[in-house]
């Protein structure tokens, strides 16, 4: 018989579970002050005990109780990479009041519509509150059965009563278990809870999705064991003066982690958004200055979004550089290559730059329709009507290709942008004459000086401008 070894003081971290041996006031993990507490864990030689199955060639393991499910969802389906897998532990975790509840009805009611059994278990709020959300969203149905509990084993209670085949725990930080130190929440509690229930998920093939926290800024509340512990790992975001929102997969153990969801969110619930360009880009009557369209790709989906900026005179020693969904440290790169190797001097003018519809632009492939933006405002001149820019805007004024271009211009032409600004091949000359790719006449160019000549945004007497021989 094993004996226990000597037990020796330890240290613990009550919020991300750092140890360590010795007391110290801040976390060395999260940085935390005064988290850091005594803890005892006897340690223990662990002997072989008995198998629950034995172990089999590869080749012998069925995979027919791991094949996809639709969740009903198709934008869901997509980011999951074909649908729910038996068996699968999913974590989504977003901001307060982004809609990861309201998702989770959705997906939990169409399940129940095909007839499987699901079970909605809600910590947060009582039944009634769910059944108001279910009546204003079409989701009340005989299979979807519905449990407010906090403790986790009157959970695995229902479990076992229900029987279902998806579960829903919204959310694991106020499940609680008996017997275990800590309140719920805390780093032991959502450890053992989310051990137990992924074990039920396995054991039984039932597909269980978990509703995380955030912390402040923006990452999973908890232990970071618990993104270990499951198969996928869901973000829900999106701006609260938006109703548009985004599923994005961090982990995904059955599909690739480089797809994302659009949703709209409405006091009708939630849909899904098969074509969100059309938030991104206003359509204008005519053409105006300051305005350019982007092509950006969220994972392996092309997404059109409109850049405009606005140039001004400014009474500040100072001038102001102002953005909204543009990295303000791109904006104020890209204002130096114009001025080093453009001629356009704003050093006397206030920047705006802004995109349309709460999109947020963070890939380097936006660089040339800021500038282009920036351009056109400072000069007056708009750029030709149906035109888009991709391309990534060096130190030195040159630019550089981006990723995935003809998916993009294929996206670009299907909405019915008939004129694109790329960059060009290393080494390859401009192309004045351009080239038609599927029916969109591209233009390659190799500077942002020829870019912006090119869009004819530039002149020699703008405000703020000087002469381009100067």
């Not at 069925?62 to 198709?74: A, E, H, L, N």
């Not at 480089?258 to 969100?276: H, K, N, W, Y």
């Amino acid at each position: 018989m094993s004996k226990p070894a000597k037990v020796r003081p330890a240290y613990r971290c009550t919020e991300c579970g750092w140890e360590t041996t010795k007391w110290v006031g801040r976390c060395g993990e999260c940085q935390a002050w005064g988290s850091v507490a005594e803890t005892a864990a006897p340690t223990m030689r662990t002997a072989a005990s008995p198998v629950t199955t034995p172990a089999v060639p590869i080749g012998q393991v069925s995979v027919k109780d791991s094949q996809f499910r639709t969740s009903g969802v198709p934008e869901l389906d997509r980011v999951l990479g074909g649908g729910l897998v038996p068996g699968a532990a999913i974590l989504l975790a977003g901001e307060p009041g982004v809609g990861k509840s309201t998702l989770l009805l959705e997906v939990a009611a169409q399940t129940a519509r095909v007839r499987t059994r699901t079970l909605y278990v809600t910590g947060e709020e009582s039944a009634s509150q769910v059944r108001l959300r279910a009546d204003r969203t079409g989701g009340v149905h005989d299979e979807l059965y519905l449990a407010a509990e906090t403790d986790l084993g009157a959970v695995l209670t229902h479990i076992e009563q229900v029987r279902p085949t998806l579960l829903v725990i919204d959310s694991v930080q106020t499940i609680g278990a008996s017997g275990i130190e800590g309140v719920p929440g805390g780093v032991t509690q959502v450890k053992e809870v989310a051990a137990a229930l992924i074990r039920v998920a396995k054991t039984r093939n039932i597909t269980t999705v978990l509703v995380g926290h955030v912390t402040k800024d923006g990452s999973i509340a908890g232990p970071r064991v618990l993104e270990h512990l499951v198969d996928v790992v869901l973000h829900f975001e999106g701006d609260r003066n938006s109703r548009f929102r985004m599923v994005r997969a961090m982990k995904n153990r059955f599909g690739p982690v480089d797809e994302v969801g659009c949703f709209d969110l409405s006091s009708e619930g939630i849909r899904a958004v098969t074509d969100p360009t059309g938030l991104f880009v206003e359509h204008h009557s005519s053409q105006v200055p300051g305005t350019c369209v982007a092509v950006m790709m969220e994972g392996r989906r092309p997404m059109l979004a409109e850049v405009q900026a606005l140039v001004t005179p400014s009474p500040l020693e100072r001038p102001r550089r102002t953005t909204s969904g543009i990295d303000g440290s791109r904006v104020a790169m890209i204002l130096a290559v114009l001025q080093q190797h453009a001629g356009i001097r704003l050093h006397q003018h206030d920047v705006f730059g802004s995109t349309v519809g709460g999109a947020r632009i963070t890939e380097p492939a936006a660089d040339l329709a800021i500038a282009i933006a920036i351009a056109s405002s400072t000069s007056g001149l708009a750029p030709p009507k149906g035109i888009v820019a991709m391309g990534e805007i060096g130190l030195a004024g040159e630019l550089r290709r981006v990723r995935d271009l003809p998916q993009r211009l294929a996206e670009a032409a299907r909405l019915g942008f008939r004129m694109a600004i790329v960059p060009s091949e290393p080494g390859a000359p401009d192309s004045p004459n351009g080239r038609n790719v599927d029916g969109m006449h591209v233009l390659d160019v190799s500077t942002v000086f020829s870019a912006l000549r090119a869009v004819q945004v530039l002149n020699g007497d703008g405000p703020g401008r000087a002469p381009l021989d100067s």
